[in-house]
Each structure stands twice: as structure tokens, then as C-alpha cells.
């Protein structure tokens, strides 16, 4: 289900940065040819734990992402709130691929208690099933809500939830957010929702 | 008659001593969204957010622009804050494109982006006067924000949607004798906002209003993902500024400004902070940027990246810390973009503020929360 | 060729407007002046200069205009002057009036801005005016489950309920409405109206924000009458009299202020918030329940309710300055009146005058007019002010302060005022 290009260290672009002033949590310049050691070790940690269940998207500077299948998320997400130390989610991004009939869901998980993860971003990606049809909340389109273990995906799986219809099961408040309550249309940011006119 | 209401019609029972009060859209207290607020008597009991009265499909007309061509749609969420609402995405563009930036150029993005915050915070702060009723707070904000759009307008030639951020630097080089303006400027600027503590933060009504209204403790803030103003007045020291240091931040010395109250007092003062520490920030990029150079990459129309890709970049806005998702797949058009917007992220803290406060502190609690309404919306 | 009027013709609009003069004229000729004649020669005509007013004589004011002014005179005795013109309504209205553009003009100037600029040829003068126009030219919208006849009545109601305040205001020796023995009573009377027109307002709009807003403003003039109504109460006891008019004359020599600061002060903060003037603007607040108690009023019905709120604020600022800054009571600054005005100017061989009638107010009337509006004015400012100082209060706050602080602070006045009496300081054999 891998569609990112595990091909880090050719997309690294070398950072020019002076020392900075500050005691940002800064690891050691690492050379371009090989992967960055302080995400190398969060994502191994990943691998370490749940094996071939997880498969790492890419390791860059400040960003790793991991792969997870729908049947495993919550796990990955409750051991990397729990261990990893990672305490909210940034963003949570729907991202369509008909290619594949799959709808990605991303989470931006970033950490404000650990000071050695203020730089880092975890990408934790995961794919729900995509229907031709889609009846919003009734139709396979679904993946497990994280909520109960990140409570600030609240707002962002509804907004999920009603541009791409993946229906988040156990989410508490699975309404309409930002679209008018008589939306009758497909999820508008699907691709098979097209722009008049474009 | 019997029939299913969608998901978003649920309608709920409630108790008959409870009331429901629609506040907004159109409510001179709510802006572009609607609270809608259950109260018995003065309190409130609950409290839905329903924003999206302002939805323009950004993330959606992006999919079918070019890089380029995203720039002056994107920064409409927030013209107030227009450098910095285009900044993750040109900023991610520029790694998905591989463009390195010019030294001067970052400095005068910076240079800009300060100014940005500044004249966001202030119309921030104006809209925060009026919803106390105090009007004066609103009338000298506003006025002295001017200053600031003449500075940018000098800049960039527009006075708040300035589109000046492209990938590969910034659409224009600085006007002539720009320095020392900017400096007088922004030293005028801020012996100005020294004077709003004596109207407004010193005011004893204001702190008796916003003092131990709306807390929010450092572990809620913190799991429901508040960003910006909001997590700092709750003693959260995160500012990417410093965290994530981007373009030459690195190079300048930026203090960030933490309180430990996370009360609405604490929430209206802490932007207040960080305007005079952008005033020391642009003095010190002033000083430190190179006195000529180019400020921009020139780019082939229609440039395309690599192949299927993707980008998280994010700077610290007026409001917070706001995140850029590009998508790519070799093509002139980005394949998704997604914008992680603060007034979004720190939303999520509202029906939790207000459940079990007084209908009077609404605004002020719901306005400290830095939040704008058609940057939620998109 | 103006789009507007397309046919449009100079000469035939010249035509018009003779047309319009001729058939003015001529109805005016055949019917107007003999109604005019036939009414005056049924009504009773009032006696003046021991000559009785016929309608042959009232003609003749067109010939000599100041045959007029004994007959101004006499209207001014009578008390349809007072309640319509001088002490009443229009005096007040008028001060009201200027007010509001003060208001604006200050509020703006505090703000680093300009208000009201270009409405008339001088500093927006005529805003006003065209403010009035325009709420009087928009349309008047009901709510559909509106109780109407209750929806309707309370503007006019509040207006009328303002006018009656008025009406006990004494402005100069003699020149006041209703000069009752109990007028401090009788004030609060009629400042016990004001919520119960409020909330018959609000509650008759049957909508959210104006309910609460009224049930805001019930508990805030409520709660704030009483320490109104105590903090005058030390006045009372040194002057011995609810008379407004005594109580302004007894303070020939020194206003009570000096005396009661304490009471003044409460009677002030009371004041701001009986007149939801902000801080205490609650039930206005319009952050959070839109206009209050105002949101569902359209058109004149909100310009009337202004009006009153305005005719209000004038009301009590007199009311402070009658009880505590000591009324007309004043140095004399009016220059006498010039000798010839009283028995005729010289122009030569030709003697004008005396003109019966005049002056028409006496010296000391016009000194205590001045002193009384000079300091409403003052007063009315320190009403103002607060506006550009302070934001909203809270409404619990309010009713914090309300019955605890300010109704100490009264306690404490009339203790100031008791011991005053009984140190023989004030009262008999006093200093007064």
C-alpha cells in the first residue's frame, strides 16, 4: 500500500543552517547519504514493536511517516502517545487516490511535553476502503476513530469525515462541520468531485 | 410522519428551563460562525461550534492550479495575515520544487512576516476591545494598524492581500530607503502599543472580567491540541519560531512570551507580548540582512516536481502554529493541500471553555481564543 | 435630459410650481383666513394689556410684529409652555439632542478619529438630523409572534415615562412643570417605570435576546433603585424638604456636595447604571445578546426608545445637579438689561418702542437658566466619559456591587448626613 518513494536520502535536501542560538533540540548534522539518526531511532522503535504491521513511509529530517493499516492504527497511535511520548495531533488530512480506490487519512502528530520531539512531526497514514458510491457514514468508508486516544482529532475527523465520507466508527460527535446541513452531493474534496467549469 | 434526519440534523431533546441561543452568523458577537449555546439562566450549559458560513473550498480550487497560481487564493483565509497564512505552503512548495532561497529574501519574508502578525494581532485586538464593549480599544487598534499596512503597502504594493511570498523568494525587492522607514515605523509602533496597557490590560474592569474566566489548564491545552497565544498563556513555552526554527529565525534572537494563568487575561495579553517581540524581531532582521542581493528565484511556468511526494511544513502565524500538508505527483498542480489551520486546531478548546461560565464572559472567552472565522472554515 | 425624469421641461415645471403658489393663495384667500376668523371669533381670546385679544387685533400682528410679544407673553405663562417648551420637553429635548452629537464628537475625538464630518456644512452639524430622517423613513417591522399592542405602546411609553422625569426638573426659580411638594417621591415614581416598560418591551417582542436583555435590565434598574433612592435620602434630611425647587434653594451658599461627597458618588455610579450607559450597558450588550431589549424595535419605534434614553440621561444629570451641585444657584453674571430696551430707543426724532412685553424673562431667570445649564452640561460629560474608558461589566459583577458596595456606601452617607445634623454643623442653628 506503499506509495511514498522510500527514497529519503536522494529527496534530503542538505539543510544549510548555521548553529542555532538557542537550545533547540538540535541532533547532530547528519551527512546526506544517510538517514537522520534521531528519526531513524523514533521509527525503529516503530518497526521494533509492531514488526511488518507498520512499514515506514520515509524518514527526513523532523518528519517521519509510518504506513499502518485500518486494523492497526489505534494501536500504533495508543503506543505512540504512550511511549513515544507524541501528545496531540496537528492535522488530520484526507487525501483521495481512485488509482488505488482507497481515501488516505494522515495524522500529524506532534508533541508539546517532550522537548526533544518539538521539532518532529510523526506522519501516521492509513487508508480506508473507497466506494464508487458513496453513501457518507452507511457504506464501507470507514476507519477507527483515534479521538479517545488523541481528543484533539475531534473537530478534524468530522471535517474528514464530510469532504472524503470516511466515517470514523466510535467518534462521538460524527456530524456535518464545515459543509451546510443539506449537502446532497458527493464529499467535495473526492477527485470525482469536479469543479464546474474545470 | 416519521423520517431519518442526516447525521447533521440530529435534533435533541432538551430541558424546558433550558434555553438555546443561535449566536451567529449574524450576531455582532460571533463573526462568521454560529455558537450555538444552551443556557440556563446566566449559564451556559453547552455549547456547539458550527462553523462553515465561510467555506470556499481553498484546499479543493488548489487541486487544480499551479504553484504559482495557488499563491493569492490561499492567503485569502486570513488577509489580515496574509505572509504568514502563505507561508507553510511556499515553504513546502519550495521543497517540493527543490528552490533554494536567496539570503535576502528570507530576511525581507521575515521582515514581512512580522509585520503580518502585527497587523493581524492588531485587528485581533481591535475585534477584542468591541466584544468587551470598549470601544476605544477598538477605535486605536484600528488606527494604528495603518501604520503598518502603509509599511507593507511600500512593500508589496497591495494593503492586506499582498500575495508577495512565491516559491523561490518574494515577488518584489524592498523600495528604496525601506529600512530606515521600517524602522521609525515599527519604533513609533511600538511606544504606541505601550500606551494600550494603560486603556486596556491595566483597566481594572477588563481584569476583573478576564481574570479566572475560561481557564484552560496547561494538560488540556495541551490535549486538545491548542496552538499559538492560546497554548502559551497556558505555560506551554512552544513557539516554532524557536522550536522549528524556519528560514533565518535561527539567526535572530525571538523570545517567546509564556504565561502560566490560562485565563482569558492571560490569552489577550500574551498577543499583545509577541507584537512587541515582532518589533524586536524585524529590528534585529533589519540590521542583520544583506544590503543588496537578489530576493527570487526565477521559476519555469508551470514547474513540476519529482513524483508522488509529500510535504508537512509549518511556521508560527498570528494565531499559532499553522501546518501546510502538499501532496504531490508530478504535475504542475499539487495533488492535495491541506491546510492545518490554527483557528481550527484551537476551536476544538471552546464548547470546553464555556460549559459552566456566565453568558457575559462568552465573547470575551470565545474572542481570546484567537480564533478567525474564515480561517477555520478554509 | 436626466434619466430620472426623462420629460423633464424647465418651463413646465416653472408652471407647476405657480400653479402650486396660485391655488396655495387662493385657498388660503376663500377658505383658510375666514376658518381662521370663524375660530377665533367662537374661541375665548385672552386679555391683554387690558385690551381684549380680538381676531381683528390678532391680524394686526402681521402689520406691526411686535404687538406679538405680549401676547408670547402670556402664552408663556401658561402651562402648556412649560410642559411642551421650557422646562418640559423641548428644553429638554433640545439638550438631549446635543447631547448625542456631543457625544459622538467627543467619543470621536478620544478615539483618533473625526465622527460625524460631513452632514452639514460644519463638523457633521446636521448628522443628527439626518439620522432622525432616516429612522424615520425605515420601515417599522414587527416580529410576527409579537403581542403588538403591548410592542407598540412601549416606546411611546418610555418616552413618555422620560417626559414625566422631566417634568420634575426645576431649571430656574419658579420655572419648573410640576412643582410638588413631594417631587423627590415623585422622581422615583417614575424612575420605577422604566423596568417595568422594559420588560413589557422585551418580554411582548417574544424573542431570545431581547428577553434577556430585559430580564437584565429588570434586575439592573431593580437592584440599583435602592441605592438611588438612599443615597438621596442624606439630602433629604438636611433640607428637610422633598420639594426639588427647596432643595435647590437651599443651597444658596453651598452645594450639598460638599457635604455629602459620599452620596454623590453612589447617586453617580446608580445613575450610569439606570442609564445603561456603559460600563453598566448590559442590557445592550451587544457582543453578547445582539441590542438587548432593543433588538426586535425597527425604524422610529428604536428612534423613540433613543430619544427617551437620551431625554433620560438629561433628567438625571439635572437631578444631580439640582440635589447635589445646587440647581440654578449661581453668581450673577447676567448683565441688567440696557434701559433703553425698557423704555424705548431714540433713533433720532423717531422713538421705538417701549415694546410692551419685553423683557420676556426676567434677570434672574436667564442667570439660573445659565448656571443650571452650564453644569447638566458638566455633568452630562462625566455621563459620557465613561464610554471611552471602560468596557462592559458583568452582569453578577453588577449586581455585586449593587447591593453590597453601594448600598454600604448609601448607609454611610446618611450617617455623614445624621451626624452633620446632630453636630449642629448643618440644620437649625446651623450653617444653614
Given at each position: 500500500m506503499s506509495t511514498e518513494t522510500e527514497n529519503p536520502p536522494a529527496d534530503a535536501k542538505p539543510e544549510v543552517k548555521s548553529p542555532p542560538p538557542k537550545p533547540a533540540p538540535k541532533k547532530p548534522e547528519a551527512p546526506p547519504v544517510e538517514l537522520p539518526a534521531f528519526e531513524k531511532g523514533i521509527s525503529d522503535k516503530l518497526v521494533e514493536k509492531f514488526g511488518d504491521k507498520v512499514e515506514v513511509g520515509f524518514v527526513k529530517e523532523d518528519r517521519v511517516r509510518i504506513n499502518v493499516g485500518r486494523e492497526d492504527v489505534h494501536d500504533v497511535a495508543e503506543f505512540i502517545r504512550d511511549e513515544l511520548n507524541y501528545d496531540h495531533v496537528e492535522s488530520v488530512s484526507g487525501v483521495d487516490y481512485p488509482q488505488d480506490n482507497e481515501i488516505e487519512v494522515v495524522y500529524h502528530i506532534g508533541s508539546y511535553t517532550e522537548s526533544s520531539l518539538a521539532r518532529q512531526i510523526l506522519v501516521l497514514a492509513t487508508r480506508a476502503q473507497r466506494e464508487t458510491n458513496p453513501i457518507p457514514g452507511n457504506d464501507a468508508t470507514k476507519l477507527p476513530t483515534l479521538r479517545d486516544v488523541f481528543y484533539s482529532v475531534e473537530f478534524h475527523e468530522r471535517e474528514v469525515f464530510e469532504m472524503f465520507g470516511v466515517f470514523f466508527d466510535g467518534h462521538p460527535d460524527n456530524r456535518r462541520l464545515l459543509l451546510p446541513e443539506d449537502w446532497a452531493d458527493l464529499p467535495p474534496l473526492r477527485k470525482d468531485f469536479a469543479i464546474k467549469g474545470r | 410522519m416519521t423520517f431519518t434526519l442526516p447525521p447533521g440534523l440530529a435534533l435533541k431533546k432538551v430541558d424546558e428551563r433550558i434555553m438555546t441561543l443561535n449566536v451567529g452568523p449574524q450576531h455582532p458577537g460571533s463573526g462568521h460562525m454560529r455558537i450555538i449555546v444552551q443556557i440556563d439562566g446566566d449559564y451556559i450549559v453547552a455549547c456547539d461550534p458550527d462553523p462553515g458560513y465561510v467555506h470556499r473550498g481553498e484546499e479543493k480550487m488548489a487541486e487544480y492550479r499551479n504553484y504559482i497560481t495557488n499563491i493569492p487564493h490561499l492567503e485569502r483565509p486570513v488577509i489580515h495575515d496574509s505572509c504568514n497564512v502563505l507561508y507553510p505552503y511556499v515553504l513546502g512548495a519550495e521543497e517540493l520544487l527543490g528552490i533554494e532561497v536567496p539570503e535576502r529574501a528570507k530576511y525581507v519574508r521575515v521582515i514581512a512576516s512580522e509585520l503580518n502578525r502585527c497587523i493581524y494581532i492588531m485587528y485581533w485586538l481591535a475585534i477584542y476591545g468591541i466584544f468587551l464593549g470598549h470601544s476605544t480599544m477598538f477605535m486605536w487598534p484600528a488606527g494604528d494598524r495603518e501604520l503598518l499596512i502603509d509599511l507593507m503597502e511600500k512593500m508589496t504594493g497591495a494593503r492586506v492581500t499582498h500575495a508577495h511570498f512565491v516559491p523561490g523568494g518574494v515577488r518584489n525587492d524592498l523600495p528604496p530607503n525601506f529600512e530606515d522607514v521600517c524602522l521609525r515605523q515599527v519604533n513609533y509602533f511600538e511606544k504606541r502599543i505601550k500606551e494600550y496597557a494603560a486603556v486596556f490590560y491595566d483597566n481594572p474592569i477588563l481584569i476583573s472580567r478576564t481574570k479566572d474566566t475560561g481557564i484552560l489548564s496547561r494538560q488540556d491545552a495541551i490535549r486538545y491540541g491548542t496552538t499559538g497565544s492560546v497554548l502559551r498563556a497556558s505555560g506551554v513555552d512552544y513557539d516554532l519560531r524557536v522550536k522549528e526554527p524556519y528560514d533565518v529565525y535561527d539567526e535572530l534572537d525571538v523570545h517567546t512570551n509564556v504565561m502560566k494563568e490560562g485565563d482569558s487575561y492571560a490569552r489577550s495579553r500574551v498577543p499583545w507580548l509577541d507584537m512587541m517581540e515582532s518589533c524586536n524581531i524585524i529590528r534585529q532582521a533589519l540590521q542583520k540582512m544583506p544590503k543588496s542581493g537578489s530576493v527570487r528565484v526565477k521559476l519555469k511556468p508551470n514547474p513540476k516536481t519529482k513524483g508522488l511526494e509529500s510535504v508537512y511544513k509549518r511556521v508560527e502565524s498570528g494565531r499559532g502554529s499553522l501546518g501546510c500538508y502538499i501532496v504531490s505527483d508530478a504535475k504542475p498542480e499539487p495533488y492535495r493541500v491541506k491546510m492545518s489551520v490554527p483557528s481550527f486546531r484551537n476551536l476544538i478548546a471552546l464548547p470546553n471553555l464555556l460549559r459552566g461560565e456566565k453568558l457575559g464572559n462568552m465573547p470575551s472567552v470565545y474572542w481570546s481564543l484567537n480564533y478567525w472565522p474564515v480561517e477555520a472554515d478554509r | 435630459m436626466s434619466v430620472i425624469a426623462p420629460n423633464f421641461k424647465l418651463s413646465e415645471f416653472i408652471k407647476s410650481l405657480l400653479d402650486n403658489i396660485f391655488w396655495i393663495i387662493l385657498l388660503l384667500v376663500l377658505i383658510g383666513i375666514p376658518a381662521v376668523m370663524m375660530v377665533l371669533f367662537f374661541i375665548e381670546m385672552p386679555v391683554i394689556d387690558g385690551e381684549l385679544l380680538t381676531p381683528f387685533l390678532a391680524l394686526t400682528w402681521l402689520a406691526d410684529p411686535s404687538r406679538i410679544l405680549p401676547v408670547i407673553k402670556a402664552f408663556m405663562a401658561t402651562d402648556i409652555f412649560r410642559v411642551m417648551a421650557f422646562p418640559g420637553f423641548g428644553f429638554a429635548a433640545l439638550l438631549a439632542a446635543g447631547t448625542i452629537f456631543v457625544e459622538r464628537k467627543m467619543l470621536a475625538k478620544l478615539q483618533l478619529r473625526v465622527g460625524p464630518f460631513y452632514c452639514g456644512k460644519f463638523e457633521g452639524i446636521l448628522q443628527l438630523m439626518g439620522d432622525g430622517l432616516k429612522l424615520i423613513s425605515k420601515e417599522i417591522i414587527i416580529p410576527a409572534k409579537a403581542d403588538k399592542p403591548i410592542f407598540w405602546a412601549a416606546p411611546v411609553l418610555f418616552v413618555a415615562a422620560a417626559a414625566a422625569f422631566v417634568a420634575f426638573i426645576p431649571v430656574a426659580p419658579g420655572w419648573v412643570v410640576a412643582d410638588v411638594e413631594m417631587g423627590l417621591l415623585g422622581v422615583f415614581a417614575v424612575i420605577g417605570f422604566f423596568p417595568i416598560i422594559t420588560i413589557l418591551s422585551a418580554w411582548s417582542a417574544n424573542s431570545k435576546f431581547p428577553f434577556i436583555g430585559g430580564i437584565r435590565a429588570l434586575f439592573q434598574m431593580v437592584s440599583f433603585e435602592i441605592p438611588l433612592i438612599l443615597s438621596l435620602l442624606g439630602v433629604v434630611m438636611l433640607t428637610g424638604s422633598l420639594n426639588l425647587s427647596q432643595i435647590a434653594a437651599s443651597q444658596s451658599s453651598f452645594p450639598w456636595i460638599v457635604f455629602l461627597p459620599v452620596g454623590a458618588i453612589v447617586f453617580f455610579i446608580t445613575m450610569l447604571a439606570e442609564l445603561e450607559r456603559i460600563p453598566f450597558d448590559l442590557p445592550e450588550a451587544e457582543s453578547e445578546i445582539v441590542a438587548g431589549w432593543l433588538t426586535e424595535l425597527s425604524g422610529m419605534m428604536y428612534g423613540l426608545v433613543q430619544l427617551g434614553t437620551y431625554l433620560k440621561l438629561y433628567a438625571f444629570a439635572a437631578l444631580f445637579v439640582v440635589i447635589?451641585?445646587?440647581?440654578?444657584?449661581?453668581?450673577?453674571?447676567v448683565p441688567p438689561f440696557p434701559p433703553e430696551l425698557l423704555e424705548g430707543i431714540e433713533l433720532g426724532p423717531v422713538v421705538a418702542g417701549p415694546f410692551p412685553g419685553l423683557p420676556l424673562f426676567d434677570q434672574a431667570m436667564l442667570n439660573g437658566t445659565l448656571w443650571f445649564v452650564l453644569k447638566t452640561v458638566a455633568v452630562i460629560f462625566f455621563i459620557l466619559l465613561p464610554r471611552g474608558v471602560f468596557p462592559r461589566i458583568r452582569v453578577d459583577m453588577l449586581l455585586n456591587l449593587g447591593w453590597t458596595k453601594l448600598i454600604g456606601l448609601a448607609f454611610v452617607n446618611i450617617f455623614i448626613a445624621l451626624g452633620l445634623l446632630y453636630a449642629g454643623v448643618l440644620g437649625p442653628g446651623g450653617l444653614q
Open positions: - | - | 447635589f451641585l445646587g440647581g440654578w444657584n449661581g453668581p450673577m453674571v
